[in-house]
C-alpha cells in the first residue's frame, strides 16, 4: 500500500460570512501507483456549498484511512466570492459562462468582472489536467436544488458518461445540455474527459451533504481510483444512497425547459418537489401574462425558487431502460453514419458529425432516433435543428473497472 496527502489545504475556512473564503483548492489526494485522475469541483454556484464540505470530508477520510489508490483525486471550489457570500452567483451564472464566446470575452476584459476572474482561475487550475494525454480524466460537478429534491446525476448522453454514471448508482437524467448553454460539464466533456453532474438535493438540506459524501465514494470506485474491498464502508453508503432516492424510475429525458428573465415577473407556484409528477395543462407558475402551464404530462424538474437563476423549470419524461440498450448497441455498430437517410436529414457542409434536421419535414420519431444514436440538438438555425456527435462517443474506456 503506498499513498500521500497533498496540500489538504481548506479543510477548516468558513464558506460564507467571513473575510476569507474558502480557497480555490479544497485539496489533492494522489497514490504512488499510476492510475485515473478524478476531477471534483464544488460550489460553481455560491447558494450550493453542501459539494465543498462533502470534498472536505472525503479528504479527511482519505487521510485516516489511506486505503490502497491509484491515481489521484483533485478538488477544486468554484465561485469562491458567491461562496462567501452564499449567492448563486455575483455578475453572472458561472454554470452558464463555458463558452468560446464567453471564455474570449473574459480574457479580453480590461475590468474583468468577478466571474470572469473566477473563471480563468479555475481553468488555470484544471488545465494541467485536462490537457493530459490518455484516456483515464473525470470530472465530476457537485450542485444542489433550491426545490426539495431527492439526489440524481446528470449528464452529457455519450457511452462514457453512461457507463461511468451508472456505477453512481442513483437515477440519471439526459439531455440537459440540450437546453442550456455554457455548462462546465459540457465544454470539459467536449475536450474528452468522462463527466457528470450530481445534484444532491435541496440546498440547505443537511441530507445534501450527505448524498454528496456519499456518491463521491461511489464515483472513486467507479473511476478505479479505489476498490471495493479496501473501503467496506461504502456498502452501507449504498444502501443509504438507495433509500434517499426511494421509489423514482432509473433514467429520464428532459423534453423542455422554461426560461425566465428579471423582467418576466416568474413566480413558481410553492409545494412543487423535484421530479413530482404534473399533468399537462396543470398551472406551475404565475408570470406577468398570467398562469404558466406545463406544456406536456411528465416531471417537473428544477423547479425555481430561489432569487437568481434563469430556468425556471424543465420538463422530463422517463425512459426505458432497454432504450438505452438499444441505444448503446446502435452506436457501437456506428449506425449513426447513416442518419442522413431518414426524411427531412442532411449532413452538414465539411462537418460529418453534424446533421440537419428540416423540422417541416423530419417527424418527431427521427428526432428521438438521432437522441438514439448519440446526437444532441445544439441550436436553431434559419428554421432547422442542427444536432451534432461529440466526437469521443465511442467505447467505453478501460478506466471502468474496479
Same mark, same amino acid.
Given at each position: 500500500?503506498? +499513498?500521500?496527502?497533498?496540500?489538504?489545504?481548506?479543510?477548516?475556512?468558513?464558506?460564507?460570512?467571513?473575510?476569507?473564503?474558502?480557497?480555490?483548492?479544497?485539496?489533492?489526494?494522489? /497514490?504512488?501507483?499510476?492510475?485515473?485522475?478524478?476531477?471534483?469541483?464544488?460550489?460553481?454556484?455560491?447558494?450550493?456549498?453542501?459539494?465543498?464540505?462533502?470534498?472536505?470530508?472525503?479528504?479527511? $477520510?482519505?487521510?485516516?484511512?489511506?486505503?490502497?489508490?491509484?491515481?489521484?483525486?483533485?478538488?477544486?471550489? =468554484?465561485?469562491?466570492?458567491?461562496?462567501?457570500?452564499? $449567492?448563486?452567483?455575483?455578475?453572472?451564472?458561472?454554470?452558464?459562462?463555458?463558452?468560446? @464566446?464567453? &471564455?474570449?470575452?473574459?480574457?479580453?476584459?480590461?475590468?474583468?468582472?468577478?466571474?470572469?476572474?473566477?473563471?480563468?482561475?479555475?481553468?488555470?487550475?484544471?488545465?494541467?489536467?485536462?490537457?493530459?494525454?490518455?484516456?483515464?480524466?473525470?470530472?465530476? !460537478?457537485?450542485?444542489?436544488?433550491?426545490?426539495?429534491?431527492?439526489?440524481?446525476?446528470?449528464?452529457?448522453?455519450?457511452?462514457?458518461? *453512461?457507463?461511468?454514471?451508472? *456505477?453512481?448508482?442513483?437515477?440519471?437524467?439526459?439531455? &440537459?445540455? %440540450?437546453? &442550456?448553454?455554457?455548462?462546465?460539464?459540457?465544454?470539459?466533456?467536449?475536450?474528452?474527459?468522462?463527466?457528470?453532474?450530481?445534484?444532491? /438535493?435541496?440546498?440547505?438540506?443537511?441530507?445534501?451533504?450527505?448524498? +454528496? %459524501?456519499?456518491?463521491?465514494?461511489?464515483?472513486?470506485?467507479?473511476? =478505479?481510483?479505489?476498490?471495493?474491498? !479496501?473501503?467496506? #464502508?461504502?456498502?452501507?453508503?449504498?444502501?443509504?444512497? @438507495?433509500?434517499?432516492?426511494?421509489?423514482?424510475?432509473?433514467?429520464?429525458?428532459?423534453?423542455?425547459?422554461?426560461?425566465?428573465?428579471?423582467?418576466?415577473?416568474? $413566480?413558481?407556484?410553492?409545494?412543487?418537489?423535484?421530479?413530482?409528477?404534473?399533468?399537462?395543462?396543470?398551472?406551475?407558475?404565475?408570470?406577468? !401574462? /398570467?398562469?404558466?402551464?406545463?406544456?406536456?404530462?411528465?416531471?417537473?424538474?428544477?423547479?425555481?425558487?430561489? %432569487?437568481?437563476?434563469?430556468?425556471?423549470?424543465?420538463?422530463?419524461?422517463?425512459?426505458?431502460?432497454? #432504450?438505452?440498450?438499444?441505444?448503446?448497441?446502435?452506436?457501437?455498430?456506428?449506425? !449513426?453514419?447513416?442518419?442522413? #437517410?431518414?426524411? /427531412?436529414?442532411?449532413?452538414?457542409?465539411?462537418?460529418?458529425?453534424?446533421?440537419?434536421?428540416?423540422? @417541416?419535414?423530419?417527424?418527431?420519431?427521427? &428526432?428521438?432516433?438521432?437522441?438514439?444514436?448519440?446526437?444532441?440538438?445544439?441550436?436553431?438555425?434559419?428554421?432547422?435543428?442542427?444536432?451534432?456527435?461529440?466526437? +469521443?462517443? $465511442?467505447?467505453?474506456?478501460?478506466?471502468?473497472? *474496479?
Amino acid at each position: 500500500m503506498s +499513498h500521500s496527502v497533498r496540500a489538504v489545504a481548506d479543510a477548516q475556512a468558513p464558506l460564507r460570512g467571513a473575510r476569507e473564503g474558502p480557497k480555490r483548492l479544497i485539496g489533492l489526494f494522489g /497514490g504512488y501507483a499510476p492510475g485515473p485522475t478524478l476531477v471534483c469541483v464544488g460550489g460553481l454556484h455560491g447558494n450550493e456549498p453542501a459539494g465543498v464540505l462533502a470534498l472536505r470530508r472525503l479528504l479527511a $477520510r482519505l487521510e485516516d484511512s489511506h486505503p490502497p489508490f491509484r491515481g489521484e483525486l483533485l478538488a477544486l471550489a =468554484g465561485n469562491l466570492e458567491a461562496l462567501r457570500l452564499g $449567492r448563486r452567483f455575483v455578475d453572472r451564472d458561472l454554470n452558464r459562462a463555458w463558452t468560446r @464566446r464567453q &471564455i474570449a470575452r473574459a480574457r479580453s476584459a480590461s475590468r474583468p468582472g468577478t466571474e470572469d476572474r473566477e473563471q480563468l482561475e479555475l481553468m488555470a487550475v484544471m488545465a494541467d489536467t485536462l490537457d493530459r494525454n490518455g484516456d483515464e480524466i473525470y470530472v465530476v !460537478d457537485l450542485h444542489t436544488t433550491s426545490a426539495d429534491s431527492a439526489p440524481f446525476v446528470t449528464l452529457g448522453d455519450t457511452l462514457h458518461n *453512461r457507463a461511468f454514471a451508472r *456505477r453512481i448508482g442513483l437515477p440519471l437524467v439526459l439531455g &440537459i445540455e %440540450e437546453q &442550456i448553454e455554457g455548462a462546465l460539464l459540457e465544454f470539459v466533456n467536449e475536450r474528452g474527459p468522462v463527466t457528470l453532474g450530481i445534484e444532491a /438535493g435541496q440546498h440547505e438540506d443537511p441530507a445534501s451533504i450527505d448524498n +454528496h %459524501e456519499r456518491a463521491l465514494w461511489m464515483a472513486l470506485m467507479a473511476s =478505479g481510483n479505489v476498490r471495493e474491498r !479496501d473501503v467496506p #464502508w461504502v456498502r452501507a453508503m449504498r444502501r443509504e444512497l @438507495r433509500q434517499a432516492y426511494g421509489a423514482l424510475p432509473g433514467v429520464f429525458e428532459v423534453r423542455y425547459r422554461r426560461g425566465v428573465n428579471e423582467t418576466d415577473g416568474f $413566480r413558481m407556484r410553492p409545494g412543487y418537489r423535484n421530479l413530482q409528477p404534473v399533468l399537462e395543462g396543470e398551472i406551475l407558475a404565475t408570470d406577468r !401574462d /398570467g398562469p404558466v402551464r406545463a406544456p406536456e404530462a411528465g416531471r417537473v424538474f428544477l423547479p425555481l425558487y430561489q %432569487e437568481l437563476g434563469d430556468d425556471g423549470f424543465f420538463i422530463v419524461r422517463e425512459i426505458s431502460a432497454a #432504450w438505452l440498450r438499444v441505444s448503446s448497441v446502435l452506436r457501437r455498430l456506428r449506425m !449513426d453514419a447513416i442518419a442522413h #437517410w431518414l426524411p /427531412g436529414i442532411h449532413r452538414a457542409r465539411r462537418r460529418p458529425e453534424t446533421l440537419i434536421v428540416d423540422r @417541416r419535414v423530419a417527424r418527431w420519431l427521427a &428526432i428521438e432516433l438521432l437522441h438514439l444514436l448519440g446526437f444532441r440538438k445544439k441550436r436553431v438555425a434559419r428554421g432547422a435543428f442542427v444536432f451534432s456527435r461529440r466526437p +469521443h462517443d $465511442r467505447l467505453p474506456r478501460r478506466g471502468h473497472r *474496479r
